[in-house]
């Protein structure tokens, strides 16, 4: 289908509704939203998960499905009403001029054809190119997305390739028929860090290139900071503000927007000093949202009778560049005030050793057959000398993109597996080749473990205040099953739940409710060492402060060891005494967090710090990008593990880096790196991130 | 007395509205056949769309109506049968006079589901869903069936012979019926002239007794290996699946001949598997208590103690026919066939919850059991398993059709069950060799397995629909 030409906004939104229809009710998805996107230019779409940001791009798209309709407003694409176009006219517009990128790459891509043959389906259907003509133009693509070795790729299937490989190929796929609009759904939410910032690299670069406008929907503010123009904030299905990104960075006028940006760990936030602060309450179900403004009944500056009182309209802002809000007191709040000061907690002074690991190893064996038990084994080295120690009541972060062996540590700590070699000592007692089956109940519940995924942690066919109750009695909490039950309800008194919440299933509950009562069920024994595999990183950016406040809370009463896993290194810079940076299998950098922090890095860790997007205006960062993936382990590189990706191997002399695994060096106070780099150039490294002057 | 004919003193004025009604139905299903295959075909032409979209409408509005209309009118057969006065009604109306129980029963059923769907789960939810409900009805009308037969039937499906009955039409009088005897074979005689309507009722007793507990003794075999071969892997798994595949690769017919060989019978091996196979359920009821309740023995003890006295009381009848207070046994020709059927239906269920192990124990639940230091049993049967039930609970409606057509080729083949025994298979079997002139007797009951196996699909079917929604 040829393409017209319009000179007017590419995609104008206008008060647009959204609903959904079950069988009980009519479910509001989208309320009254407005945006437009000009050519060219990047538009955010920012809102916690259930805000109806990814059901407008649907809406967009055309492709509700059986149960959802636009109730109001119109979709004007390039000056013409989508809503009135028929099957036919909307089929040429999908892929051709409006094209979407999804979350999950290997979704998107159908595992059963050659990656080539999915490129060039594109233009062969909607511009009718001949097969050869659509060959050259996937192969041209291929080689724009970065990809190696473009004839190889064009001749594999999807699931040869990384998640990062797939998401290039969906962009690739995305870009062929060189649309006006490209819509992405959170596109790296499912990557890596260090793969994260090479892919918005690109996305960026190709945008500007083709001229293509974009609609980038995500939950990170740092990363529409990173790539788009302009920004729209989306609260309970309605957009609360809009504007430039300088504009809403900076000088934000709807409360929602100011208090989204204090609960982030931003650079110079502090957990004793300056904590963040979660904003209160729940988000409101879509059947359930309150009368007036959406945000009023979480909101600080709210005003019963006037903020409940009327429907609220989108205000502009005078003197900003097409800035609005949702808010009926902005002009009367004062937005300079800083946050009311919070109760300043003591640093809490680090006990004596509990936790003691030397040298640990744990190698898998991988047999090359698995019947009949012969053939070649191959070995996975997933922990390489691993050292440390912890002490009591302190926080130790083991930062790692995956693959870097932080879920092995992990098994081998609690005794799900027993390490290779190497010892660990809980109380000076070694436990490393103690399995879980035969550790006495004491050393089992001192050892607890909160999980990663919040819809995973509790099993959904037993209620709440059963597992807990179970997890007691495993423990030997309790004499009798009154004792337990209060001990119960204790439990979650401590990680602030209503007691009623006993009696409930897990799926009534949040996400943030249901990682408090994985945190009340690790501790229901005492624990003493918390082992936390990212525990925040699947719930929405509000709820992830009060969850992390709540850890570091329970943390300073009990004097617990925490573990924290984690891959985003702003939580990490908040809440961690100590950080120990993992890269396939080895530990690459350890020291406290200002060490690790400022430079000297390791030249992975500067990498991971640069690739992290922070949402805030006022910070510079170097920008380096990492090519490549992380190897596998089983067929690790010889010599220093990083050495494939590293930006710094021509600075050492010889093959050192390629032949020789690098030793530990302690640098200063403490501060471990595994580099060959000479000392006095560490010396000399600059740090990543700056904070410009305000 | 006359034969009675099919509607009785209705006919004459409904017969020919449902013949309109069924030929309206058939033309308009032919109608938008056709337009659908036009407009396939008319793509090329952009202008014939809003004209053919707009007949399609109109031939789908008939076909709703129409079959409404058929619907109705197949109550309306059913209810005046039951309010005609007794010399105006015909088969149909006295059929559905005998069924009244069954009707109320199922009515009631309806209604309470109905007005308190919202507070009973998954299974309320199923009265949301049109093919649930209908595979719902289905299946209940048989289970109702089966639950008053004795009131049902017009005459002793096994016993009563009565003479000059012999391969009769459907509705034919008694010759000289004695007092208080029910004055016709409303659904004909058999080749042996016993009713086949009562046969029908007596034999849905008959399957809905061994089908489902057979598919339920097949389900705890199934669980008890499938559970741990997942969750455990390795040689044991590599072991029992091995086996699974064996079984699943024998022919299952020529294992039942074998079975049922007297020879093979006088070697014990049929009573051989019933011993182990019975003992599963007991030793996984053991199991389930004592990994939930280890750690409270006083309540461990009581729960394990209840199961071994009950299961092993139950054992001793079913499996050894032994019972000490000899009121449990079970007749050997049934046991056979039960063993028969749990044996080829367990491989299939240890696959399927094998399976669905392997995926459930990746999750981070069991990842926390672990980490507690839970044993592997409580691992397997109260993190795993609980979350298994919506799968499982969909193949159990599926296995109660696949065993009950099962039973019927058992019976087909005049394997296991005794030869006059009601039963649908038998009765088939015993009709068969007459089929082309009286059709009857083996029409019935094979008309009443397939109603049954429906139901029982689209009960899963509806229940799979809805367990996926929300």
Redesign the interface.
Same mark, same amino acid.
């Given at each position: 289908m040829a393409k017209w030409q319009y000179d007017g906004p590419v995609l104008e939104i206008d008060r647009l509704s959204i609903s959904f229809f079950t %069988?009980l009710r009519e479910i509001p998805a989208v309320m009254d939203f407005s945006v437009t996107v000009q050519p060219g230019e990047a538009v955010g779409l920012v809102g916690e998960s259930g805000c109806g940001k990814s059901t407008v791009a649907l809406g967009v798209m055309q492709d509700l499905g059986v149960n959802g309709r636009i109730v109001g407003g119109t979709i004007r694409f390039k000056g013409r009403d989508l809503g009135a176009m028929s099957e036919t006219e909307l089929r040429g517009l999908r892929g051709s001029e409006i094209a979407m990128i999804y979350q999950e790459p290997m979704a998107s891509l159908n595992p059963a054809m050659r990656v080539g043959r999915q490129l060039m389906e594109v233009p062969m259907i909607h511009e009718g190119l001949s097969a050869k003509a659509a060959y050259d133009r996937a192969l041209a693509m291929v080689e724009d997305v970065k990809l190696p070795d473009p004839k190889r790729i064009l001749n594999s299937y999807p699931h040869q390739l990384s998640g990062g490989q797939q998401q290039r190929i969906v962009i690739a796929m995305a870009l062929m028929s060189k649309p006006s609009l490209l819509i992405l759904d959170e596109p790296t939410t499912a990557l890596d860090v260090t793969v994260e910032a090479a892919v918005v690299a690109l996305v960026k670069e190709l945008g500007r290139k083709y001229g293509t406008s974009m609609l980038f929907i995500s939950h990170n503010l740092g990363l529409v900071l990173e790539t788009c123009d302009r920004i729209c904030v989306m609260y309970s299905g309605e957009a609360v503000e809009r504007g430039s990104i300088g504009d809403v960075f900076d000088e934000m006028r709807h409360p929602y927007t100011q208090a989204l940006f204090r609960s982030i760990p931003l650079p110079g936030a502090d957990k004793n000093a300056r904590p963040l602060v979660a904003i209160p309450g729940n988000f409101p179900l879509p059947h359930e949202r309150p009368p007036g403004c959406n945000f009023g009944p979480r909101c600080d500056y709210f005003e019963a009778g006037r903020c409940d009182a009327q429907d609220v309209r989108m205000t502009p802002v005078h003197g900003n560049d097409r800035h609005e809000t949702r808010c009926l007191k902005f002009r009367e709040i004062d937005w300079s005030a800083p946050p009311a000061p919070p109760a300043r907690s003591e640093t809490a002074e680090p006990g004596p050793v509990v936790l003691k690991m030397e040298q640990l190893r744990k190698y898998y064996e991988v047999a090359a057959s698995k /019947?009949f038990g012969g053939g070649a084994k191959r070995v996975v080295k997933a922990n390489e000398t691993l050292s440390f120690e912890a002490r009591e009541g302190e926080t130790l972060a083991i930062v790692g993109e995956s693959g870097c062996g932080k879920s092995t540590f992990a098994k081998v700590l609690?005794? +799900?597996e027993t390490a290779t070699g190497g010892t660990i000592l809980l109380d000076g007692q070694e436990i490393q080749d103690i399995p /879980? *089956?035969k %550790?006495d @109940?004491r050393t089992?519940?001192d /050892?607890?473990?909160v =999980? *990663? !995924?919040p819809f995973? @942690? +509790? !099993?959904? &066919?037993?209620s709440v205040g059963r597992q807990i109750m179970r &997890?007691l009695?495993? =423990?030997?909490v309790g004499g009798t099953?009154a004792a337990r039950r209060q001990r119960m309800l204790e439990l979650l008194d401590l990680v602030k739940l209503p007691r009623e919440f006993a009696g409930r299933m897990p799926r009534q509950l949040s996400g943030g409710q249901k990682q408090r009562v994985?945190i009340a %069920?690790a501790f229901a024994?005492g624990a003493r060492i918390v082992v936390a595999d990212e525990p925040v990183s699947a719930l929405d950016v509000s709820v992830q402060a009060a969850v992390a406040d709540l850890l570091l809370e329970i943390q300073r009463e009990n004097r617990t060891t925490l573990l924290f896993i984690a891959h985003d290194l702003s939580i990490v810079r908040y809440l961690a005494d100590r950080v120990m940076v993992m890269y396939l299998g080895h530990v690459v950098e350890m020291g406290t967090t200002d060490q690790v922090f400022s430079p000297p890095y390791h030249p992975y860790t500067e990498a991971l710090l640069s690739a992290v997007p922070i949402a805030d205006t006022h910070v510079q960062k170097q920008r380096i990008v990492l090519e490549g993936d992380v190897p596998s382990a089983i067929d690790p590189p010889p010599g220093c593990p990083f050495q494939t990706r590293c930006r710094w191997k021509a600075e050492v002399p010889g093959a050192l880096c390629e032949t020789q695994v690098p030793p530990i060096r302690t640098v200063q106070g403490g501060h471990q790196i595994k580099c060959h780099l000479s000392e006095d150039w560490l010396a000399r490294m600059e740090p990543v991130i700056r904070i410009a002057a305000e | 007395m006359e034969p009675l004919t099919w509607t009785g003193a209705i006919g004459p004025y409904l017969n020919p509205a449902l013949g309109l009604a069924v030929a309206v139905l058939a033309l308009s299903i032919l109608t938008h056949a056709g337009l659908a295959i036009a407009r396939l075909g008319g793509v090329a032409r952009p202008g014939a769309g809003a004209a053919g979209s707009h007949a399609a409408a109109a031939a789908g509005r008939v076909t709703r109506w129409s079959l409404f209309a058929v619907l109705a009118l197949i109550v309306i057969y059913l209810v005046a049968g039951i309010v005609a006065p007794v010399e105006a009604k015909g088969i149909i109306g006295r059929i559905s006079t005998r069924f009244l129980p069954v009707w109320i029963a199922l009515a009631a059923t309806f209604a309470l589901s109905i007005a308190f769907k919202r507070r009973l789960g998954l299974y309320g939810n199923l009265f949301d869903n049109r093919v649930g409900m209908i595979g719902f009805a289905l299946v209940m009308f048989w289970v109702y069936s089966a639950l008053f037969a004795d009131v049902i039937v017009t005459h002793d499906p096994v016993g009563d012979v009565i003479s000059g009955m012999k391969n009769k039409a459907p509705g034919t009088p008694l010759r000289s019926p004695g007092e208080g005897v029910y004055g016709y074979y409303l659904l004909g005689g058999d080749a042996l002239a016993r009713d086949v309507f009562s046969r029908m009722v007596a034999g849905a007793r008959v399957v809905l007794t061994i089908a489902p507990a057979a598919t339920l003794f097949a389900f705890m075999v199934g669980i008890t290996l499938g559970v741990p071969a997942g969750y455990l892997g390795g040689r044991f798994d590599t072991a029992l699946s091995f086996v699974a595949n064996l079984v699943l690769a024998f022919p299952v017919i020529l294992l039942f001949f074998l079975l049922v060989t007297p020879e093979i019978i006088a070697m014990g091996v049929p009573k051989y598997m019933a011993e182990v196979l019975f003992l599963f359920p007991v030793v996984f009821l053991v199991i389930l208590w004592n990994s939930r309740f280890h750690t409270r023995p006083m309540t461990r003890n009581i729960h394990v103690g209840l199961t071994v006295l009950i299961g092993g009381w139950l054992y001793l009848g079913l499996a050894w026919d032994a019972d000490p207070l000899g009121l449990v046994s079970i007749p050997g020709g049934v046991l056979i066939v039960f063993v028969s059927v749990v044996f080829v239906n367990s491989p299939t269920v240890f696959r399927i919850v094998r399976g669905l192990t392997l995926d459930i124990r990746t999750r981070d639940y069991v990842a926390a059991a672990q980490t507690r230091g839970e044993g592997a049993w409580y691992i397997m049967l109260w993190e795993i398993l609980p979350n298994a039930r919506g799968p499982l609970l969909v193949d159990f409606c599926l296995r109660i059709g696949y065993t009950t057509i099962l039973l019927g080729t058992l019976g087909f083949f005049g394997l296991g069950l005794p030869p006059d025994s009601p039963d649908w298979g038998t009765s088939i079997n015993a009709g068969r060799g007459l089929l082309q002139f009286f059709p009857f007797p083996p029409l019935v009951p094979a008309v009443a397995i397939m109603s049954l196996v429906l139901g029982l699909n689209l009960l899963a079917d509806g229940l799979r629909e809805e367990s996926l929604k929300d």
């Open positions: %069988r /019947i609690m005794g +799900l /879980i *089956q %550790r @109940t089992v519940s /050892i607890q473990m =999980f *990663q !995924n995973d @942690t +509790l !099993n959904p &066919a037993m &997890a009695e495993v =423990f030997g099953e994985g %069920r024994g | -």
